[in-house]
């Protein structure tokens, strides 16, 4: 299984950017997939996936600014990331659960006037 994770850049307060993230190999389903972040000092936290059963949970963070999303025919999951705030700056990093944790390398997303 490899994740390619892509779209991150550049963004001011407010803006707005859209990563993706295309599986490859036997995932079976999208399902227990996901985006993480990592901030410099950080550690690494959930900010939005797609359950075990289909569903999506956010972190409280992040609610009603940013959107998972998935297109199974491409394998790919979509984080939709709107009103970004200073404090959204991170190493995006998708996720995928199988018999194992399964990372994609991260694509970095900096929120800066």
């Known amino acids: 299984v490899q994740l390619q994770a892509s779209g991150g850049g550049l963004v001011q307060p407010g803006g707005s950017l859209r990563l993706s993230c295309a599986a490859s190999?036997?995932?079976?389903?999208?399902?227990?997939m996901g985006w993480y972040r990592q901030a410099p000092g950080k550690q690494r936290e959930l900010v939005a996936v797609?359950?075990?059963?289909?569903?999506?949970s956010y972190a409280d963070s992040v609610k009603g600014r940013f959107t998972i999303s998935r297109d199974n025919a491409k394998n790919t999951v979509y984080l939709e990331m709107n009103n970004l705030k200073l404090e959204d700056t991170a190493v995006y990093y998708c996720?995928?659960?199988?018999?194992?944790?399964?990372w994609g390398k991260g694509t970095l997303v900096t929120v800066s006037s």
């Open positions: 190999g036997t995932i079976f389903s999208l399902n227990n």
């Open positions: 797609f359950t075990s059963v289909g569903s999506t």
């Open positions: 996720k995928k659960r199988m018999n194992m944790d399964y």
